[in-house]
């Protein structure tokens, strides 16, 4: 039983015991004493790219002229700071931040009143972030506790032009018109909602001696939480860090997850490429010390597709894939970071990922993540998440519907199988 949320933690077999698990001490950054910053909730950008049917809208390309964006994101560790991170590493353009504000949720847009404080960039209320780079905001004197939930507002006084964002954030962002930064009524945010997050790239925590890190689950949608049910924290990442907070491991869990990001391919609508943004995404997170990896199943699926406008989809082998992953475990021991490798899970009856060639391309890699001996730890979810009766297939029990993404309930079993790897 996951003691703070009431879930319950499937029972795991000796499968797990394959490979041994690596303590979250065994190696450091430097960047991740205890009482330091930790990245304590993230999410990974990419370029604006207009809505769909299947994403939704959202307000990535026009960006923001007089509004107030407000955003409500959980923190997975304790500390008596925070302070934000701002990226405009995608826009076309300086980034005029006229100011922002850090406050309490209640429901929806709605914040405690008298909890909403100013958050200043180099004690200064306003700041310009360059086109291509990202900011930190200085120390906001706010305590938290592990899993609470605060809310970020925005104000852009002047247009930003496009926006750097990340689209599938499962849960409500809210736009008014105006500067309702101390605002702490929902009335002004009513009006638009979108399901994406805008900007904002971090929140770290710092001064609790409990909070000694911070793990990063690193890969596509399944990393990303698509699946899952919105407005929930119901992503694996998630459930990851309750079950650890359950479990009284002082560390935190940020999310580098992006929907349809690939190991080897660049994408204009689904990011830069995993070795390329690896890292940035997860390595350059404030106290990484442990990096999880789920990564490389569009690259298969996706192979041999032509370009929709979102990039070219070239065929990869498995050959390339493991180099793929060397190239991310030697980024990790470079920065002294614990690397775990996951198995890509079932996909079979998974429309356009499941055919004869790609299913020998999964098997071939997983092979090798499983018993090739690069990886610190090895999280086996090919094995955890398969149907008994088939296990080239999802559990049914797990299966979102479409037999490559997992629902919540696979979600709680991938979660306590990555915490067993975490000592």
């Known amino acids: 039983m996951n003691l703070s949320t009431g879930r319950v933690v499937p029972v795991l077999t000796t499968l797990l015991l394959l490979v041994p698990a690596v303590p979250a001490s065994a190696t450091t950054t430097g960047r991740d004493s205890p009482g330091g910053w930790s990245a304590a909730w993230s999410t990974a950008h990419h370029h604006p790219v207009p809505g769909n049917d299947w994403d939704g809208p959202n307000w990535s390309v026009p960006g923001f002229a007089d509004q107030s964006v ?20 995608y826009g076309s353009q300086p980034l005029r931040l006229t100011g922002a504000t850090v406050g309490r949720p209640t429901s929806g847009a709605a914040v405690r009143p008298g909890s ?8 200064r209320r306003s700041t310009t972030v360059p ?10 004197p706010l305590p938290v506790r592990a899993l609470e939930a605060l809310t970020v507002t925005l104000y852009f006084a002047g247009p930003t032009g496009p926006a750097t964002f990340h689209q599938s954030g499962l849960t409500s962002t809210y736009r008014a018109t105006g500067d309702h930064r101390f605002d702490h009524r929902a009335a002004a945010f009513t009006g638009e909602t979108s399901q994406s997050w805008y900007h904002l790239a971090g929140v770290d925590v710092a001064g609790s001696p409990r909070t000694r890190g911070t793990v990063v689950t690193f890969g596509d949608s399944q990393t990303d939480g698509y699946g899952s049910t919105p407005a929930a924290d119901n992503r694996y990442p998630d459930q990851l860090a309750e079950q650890l907070v ?4 002082p560390l935190a869990v940020a999310n580098a997850g ?16 995993g070795v390329t943004r690896f890292r940035r995404d997860a390595l350059g997170q404030p106290g990484v010390r ?67 060639p790609n299913e020998k391309v999964r098997d071939e890699v997983n092979r090798w993540i499983r018993d090739g001996g690069e990886y610190d ?5 090919d094995r955890v998440l398969a149907d008994p009766a088939d296990p080239d297939a999802l559990r049914p029990a797990y299966d979102h ?23």
């Open 131 to 140: 086109a291509g780079a990202e900011l930190t905001s200085d120390p906001v």
């Open 377 to 381: 730890a090895v999280v086996d979810l």
């Open 258 to 273: 992006i929907g349809g990001n690939k190991l080897l391919a660049d994408s204009t609508c689904y990011g830069e490429r």
């Open 401 to 423: 519907g479409d037999h490559l993404h997992f629902n919540d309930a696979g979600a709680t079993a991938a979660a306590a199988a990555v915490a067993a790897r975490i000592r």
């Open 116 to 123: 909403l404080l100013p958050i200043t960039f180099d004690h």
């Open 290 to 356: 442990v990096a999880v990896v789920l990564i490389g199943i569009n690259d298969i699926g996706g192979g041999g597709y032509p370009d929709f406008g979102c990039g070219a989809s070239p065929v990869v082998t498995a050959a390339q894939l493991i180099d793929g992953h060397r190239t991310l475990i030697r980024a990790a021991r470079a920065e002294r970071v614990t690397v775990i490798g996951v198995t890509m899970p079932p996909m079979k009856n998974a429309t356009g990922y499941d055919t004869p």
């Open 70 to 89: 407000r955003q409500v994101v959980r923190v997975s560790a304790a500390g008596s700071l925070i302070r934000i991170r701002l990226s405009n590493r």
């Open 246 to 249: 359950g479990a009284g491991r």
